[in-house]
């Protein structure tokens, strides 16, 4: 029978959970100290045995929400993807994910619980008083050959790379520059605006991400510019082990015609490729994706409530913030047109 034991975490502990197969950047300690100073959260790192016998690891954050201990593997707006386990390829998810509940509900003393595991199948949550949402994420296997890449992408998709290098486009990496995360956002503004809206989250997150993975080589960022030398596309791709991520993209919307979101990234790609990384992950199903060549992969989201009180808070929650975010988007005027100085798109 499984168990898990909270632990603190440590050098030797980092070093063992780097050793599953199934690790994640959002398994490592720079991610999850990332998340921990954006959200006001409490890092949760636990093993996971059977009997005596070590079978794996758990990561989440606590955070609080009306005076409430919540457990997120990750939860929603935390700008990440999938948490969970890390389990011996032998050891049953079902049967961690069986165990986490009262380690969630009972040692912890949470009084809600979300989980996103990469790995974990709909199958195996039936039975666990669990609800959960069908969330697919579009990834590329990036293990064919950089034509057979190319070959399996949407003609016009490739005739936007195409134009984009004759147009003049140059796709650049930038490293150690403290005004990307501002330019980014700048760009990203718009990407809200098309929809009356505004970003999810402050500037202050792009650069904390950036400030927490830079120095552990866990971040390509990406900037495009056209012949004139201005900067008119960014994007953010987290990576690690064999997965590169695409955390945010943007650009000014004057610009679209020269097509610089699709070479940034046929550049990630193609960057990736090259260093023997194996798959590159949307972080979600848009339909815009699928020219790239994408295969859909379900992640479901799976969360529990000690009580349907709590469960009702959750859901209020999540629609207040949509509320908020409308509020927020007015009284910003984002509605306006955007200048030709901050209109941005993505994707």
């Known amino acids: 029978m499984l168990r898990l034991h909270r632990v603190e975490p440590s050098a030797a502990l980092w070093s063992d959970r780097a050793g599953y197969p199934d690790r994640l950047i959002f398994h490592t300690p720079e991610w999850i100290s990332f998340v921990a100073q954006c959200q006001g959260a409490e890092p949760v790192l636990a093993t996971v045995t059977d009997g005596d016998t070590p079978a794996g690891h758990f990561t989440g954050l606590i955070t609080k929400k009306y005076g409430l201990r919540i457990l997120g593997s990750p939860m929603a707006g935390w700008t990440t993807s999938y948490v ?54 579009a990834v590329i296997d990036l293990t064919p050959s950089e034509d057979e890449l190319f070959g399996a992408m949407a003609s016009a998709c490739r005739r936007n790379i195409r134009k984009a290098a004759k147009s003049g486009v140059v796709i650049e990496e930038v490293h150690g520059d403290p005004a990307f995360a501002d330019e980014f956002y700048d760009q990203l503004r718009d990407v809200f605006a098309k929809q009356n809206l505004v970003p999810t989250y402050s500037v202050e997150r792009v650069r904390s991400l950036i400030r927490h993975l830079e120095p552990a080589g866990r971040i390509l960022q990406l900037r495009a510019r056209d012949p004139e030398h201005r900067s008119i596309a ?111 798109r993505a994707g």
């Open 234 to 344: 960014t994007a953010i791709l987290p990576w690690y082990h064999r997965t590169m991520y695409f955390w945010g993209g943007a650009s000014y919307r004057e610009h679209q015609h020269l097509r610089p979101n699709e070479a940034l990234i046929w550049h990630a790609l193609r960057w990736a490729r090259e260093r023997g990384v194996t798959e590159f992950d949307f972080v979600g199903g848009n339909a815009y994706k699928a020219k790239y060549g994408t295969t859909e992969v379900p992640v479901p989201w799976a969360r529990r409530s000690r009580s349907p009180l709590v469960a009702r808070l959750r859901d209020a929650a999540k629609q207040g913030f949509a509320l908020k975010q409308r509020a927020a988007a007015r009284l910003t005027g984002v509605s306006r047109p955007a200048t030709p100085d901050s209109a941005a």
């Open 84 to 137: 969970g386990f890390n389990l011996d390829p032998a050891v049953p998810r079902r049967a961690a994910l069986e165990a986490l509940l009262p380690f969630a509900f009972n040692e912890l003393g949470c009084a809600h619980l979300e989980i996103r595991d990469r790995f974990l199948a709909e199958s195996e949550l039936g039975g666990l008083g669990l609800v959960w949402d069908t969330a697919p994420t």
